[in-house]
């Protein structure tokens, strides 16, 4: 009420474009996000990259409830929005207005996926995210379970509580766990390509290959006075 | 006589405001869950102790809880705040993150095992925070529809200008989110504590029909709103146990 009308900056024009990429671990996204990043500065476009789950003021203090294990689907969905929402309003939005490219390895469909896996009410986890804004684009790197878990795997990293699933009783066995966990994750992926209109990357390309991709659909979000510089050097 | 017929007559599924939380639709518990609301300084924590004395001598177990005092978050909330950092959507979040933890487990435990629960406020001062901070009440009634439905909400209704003096005996300075200052309404501390808490005290006179929140004139003595509470209570506990 007090500042709500005139201060929201819901007026201020956005300039820039936000570019995301979802899928799971191991489906190549982030690789080539950072590979589109490097495209784009070269061009000397203002880039801001972002990460799910990063932000430092929220993770000092999320660290603590996840080590516990006593996080519930709701709190960790929350803790999740709570981390998203303090990039959002101090990141993401204000670079956005200020024209900035606006990278983001994973957005709100992380969350869609997760928290619906979770068994988190959908339209209860919408609504939270409600504020954020619609994506220029999102590239869903699509690539077959086996494929993504043997990229993963293939280390025997060790997978932490909630990066398994293990919340979820799924399986005592924390790779077998995350087997399912992924599984079920894709599935939601699956249902949000079409319902969000996802642009679809096949994970199995090779690198060069997808950044091409990436490149010219992105070329194209850009306005022409940018993009006639830039074309032809969409080859990585 | 089967074992859930003795058990008693007082389980009842708890009752949620919007969207449950899947895995407890099917919750039944048996205890009373009673909320005290008001602004700062309007006697919450010393009403909630006299009558916490009042109902355990009584017979009853009493559980207190109340917000930013959950395990996991509680002291990071306050550490955030006190560096400025956070959006007014990020803290919201991270209250109804910190809220959730207690309720999940500490309240709910505390109503399934037959506890009186005395909650120093509940999601309508975060929902009240929230809607004076320009956040749409319906992004906030959706936030908090995993809350269980209280069974008696009281909302200690302290006139701002008294409220003013009542801050200054207790800590002798005007605490800087209490004023809302973040809100910049006025550069002067003192009139912006007034302003602020005019307008928290309008958004709980629209919620309370939503919400069915008794308005409890706080301009009294302590012993007289009391006396006033532990009335309203003994009341609905002899009317339920004749139900």
Redesign the interface.
């Known amino acids: 009420?007090?500042?709500?009308?005139k201060?929201?900056g819901k007026n201020i024009p956005i300039k820039g474009k936000l570019i995301v990429v979802e899928g799971i671990d191991g489906s190549g996204k982030s690789t080539q996000l950072r590979l589109l990043e490097k495209w784009l500065i070269a061009q000397n476009m203002p880039v801001f990259f972002t990460e799910w789950n990063s932000s430092e003021?929220?993770k000092?203090?999320?660290k603590?409830?996840k080590k516990?294990g006593?996080?519930?689907?709701?709190?960790f969905s929350?803790?999740h929005?709570?981390d998203f929402?303090?990039r959002?309003?101090?990141n993401i939005l204000p670079l956005l207005h200020a024209g900035y490219i606006v990278l983001a390895d994973r957005y709100v469909y992380t969350a869609y996926a997760r928290d619906f896996v979770r068994?988190?009410?959908p339209?209860?986890v919408k609504?939270?995210y409600?504020?954020a804004m619609k994506p220029e684009i999102v590239f869903y790197f699509k690539v077959p379970i086996d494929i993504a878990v043997d990229r993963i795997l293939s280390g025997r990293p060790k997978l932490k509580y909630y990066e398994a699933g293990m919340d979820l009783n799924l399986s005592n066995d924390p790779y077998e766990s995350y087997r399912i966990f992924q599984s079920r994750i894709i599935a939601q992926y699956e249902s949000l390509s079409l319902s969000e209109n996802f642009t679809i990357v096949d994970g199995t390309m090779e690198i060069e290959e997808s950044q091409r991709f990436l490149r010219s659909a992105v070329l194209k979000l850009l306005p022409l006075s940018i993009t006639k510089n830039i074309r032809g050097s969409t080859r990585p | 006589m089967n074992i859930r017929s003795i058990k008693g007559k007082n389980i009842r599924k708890g009752i949620f405001y919007g969207h449950a939380i899947p895995y407890l639709e099917d919750i039944e518990i048996k205890g009373k869950f009673i909320i005290i609301e008001g602004p700062d300084a309007s006697g919450r924590s010393t009403q909630i102790e006299l009558l916490s004395s009042k109902l355990e001598a009584d017979g009853h177990a009493v559980l207190n809880a109340g917000l930013r005092r959950s395990e996991l978050i509680g002291q990071g909330i306050l550490e955030a705040k006190r560096n400025f950092v956070l959006g007014r959507r990020t803290i919201s979040l991270f209250y109804a993150a910190d809220f959730a933890d207690q309720l999940e487990n500490k309240i709910i435990p505390g109503l399934r095992s037959g506890h009186i629960v005395l909650s120093d406020r509940y999601i309508y001062t975060l929902m009240a925070r929230e809607a004076v901070r320009g956040i749409s009440s319906s992004w906030s009634y959706n936030l908090y529809g995993f809350a269980l439905r209280p069974d008696i909400v009281f909302y200690l209704d302290v006139d701002p200008n008294e409220l003013v003096h009542r801050v200054f005996k207790k800590n002798s300075y005007l605490d800087y989110y209490e004023s809302g200052t973040d809100l910049r309404l006025s550069d002067n501390m003192l009139e912006s504590f007034v302003m602020y808490q005019k307008l928290l005290r309008k958004e709980f006179k629209r919620m309370q029909k939503r919400y069915n929140i008794i308005s409890i004139n706080g301009n009294r003595s302590i012993s007289e709103i009391n006396q006033d509470l532990q009335k309203r209570i003994d009341d609905y506990l002899n009317l339920q146990s004749y139900i």
């Not at chain 1, 009420?1 to 009308?5: F, L």
């Not at chain 1, 006593?70 to 709190?75: E, Q, V």
Request: glycine share 6%; proline share 3%.
């Open positions: 009420m007090a500042y709500s009308k201060n929201t003021t929220v000092q203090i999320t603590k409830g516990s006593r996080l519930t689907p709701i709190t929350l803790l929005a709570t929402a303090d959002y309003e101090r068994g988190c009410n339209n209860w609504k939270i409600e504020f």
